[in-house]
């Protein structure tokens, strides 16, 4: 079987880093920064890297394993940095990591951490292939090994709940 993907890129060439203060407008009842937003800002970043990538429109197929570590409170300076783990035919598993910065200390608080599928599409939203990613380092290197055991683990999820879907009408079940 002939590889459709022409090119390469390394992970380095597309990590991305975002960095955002959190306001009172993004906060919960507690003060401290709603789940919700955290997911967007989490998506947006690793959006970022996909995009940096397959130099593609991409969507989310999905999230997975999304760890809320520690609350982030109002003013906190939070930062994202997200790299591609791994990419496969049409999708790539982006890794990205929260991280509260403490301009003082100049230390780090990890916060969150999740695992996003994003899908090269082109205009009409059709799969489309995209590069392969190459690991340089060593962290790089057992992150795409992970990936590559998350996928298999997430692709009989997938068909799972394709099958649920199919069997369930529409509407609400109870
Ligand atoms: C994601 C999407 C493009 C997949 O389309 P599809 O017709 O199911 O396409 P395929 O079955 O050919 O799958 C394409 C790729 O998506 C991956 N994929 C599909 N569903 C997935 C899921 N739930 N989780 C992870 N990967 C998934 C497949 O593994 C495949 O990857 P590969 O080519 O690297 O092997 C389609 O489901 C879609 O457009 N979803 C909506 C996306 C969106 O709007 N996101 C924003 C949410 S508000």
């Known amino acids: 079987m002939t590889d459709e993907r022409v090119v390469s890129r390394t992970v380095a060439q597309s990590q991305a880093e975002r960095s955002e203060i959190i306001f009172p407008a993004d906060s919960n009842a507690l003060g401290n920064l709603f789940g919700g937003r955290l997911m967007q800002f989490i998506d947006l970043a690793g959006a970022v890297a996909a995009v940096r990538h397959c130099r593609a429109i991409v969507v989310t197929a999905s999230m997975d394993h999304l760890d809320f570590v520690a609350p982030v409170h109002v003013g906190d300076l939070l930062i994202l940095k997200a790299s591609v783990n791994r990419a496969f035919r049409t999708s790539m598993e982006v890794g990205v990591r ?14 969150s951490s999740a ?60």
């Open 98 to 111: 929260a991280m509260v910065e403490d301009a003082r200390g100049q230390t780090l608080r990890h916060v």
């Open 115 to 174: 695992y996003v599928t994003y899908v090269a599409v082109d205009r009409e939203g059709k799969p489309m292939p995209v590069p392969c990613a190459i690991a340089e380092t060593q962290h790089q290197k057992r992150r795409f090994a992970d990936a590559g055991r998350r996928r298999e683990m997430r692709s009989e999820e997938t068909h799972r709940a394709r099958e649920s879907r199919a069997a369930l009408e529409t509407g609400w079940h109870v």
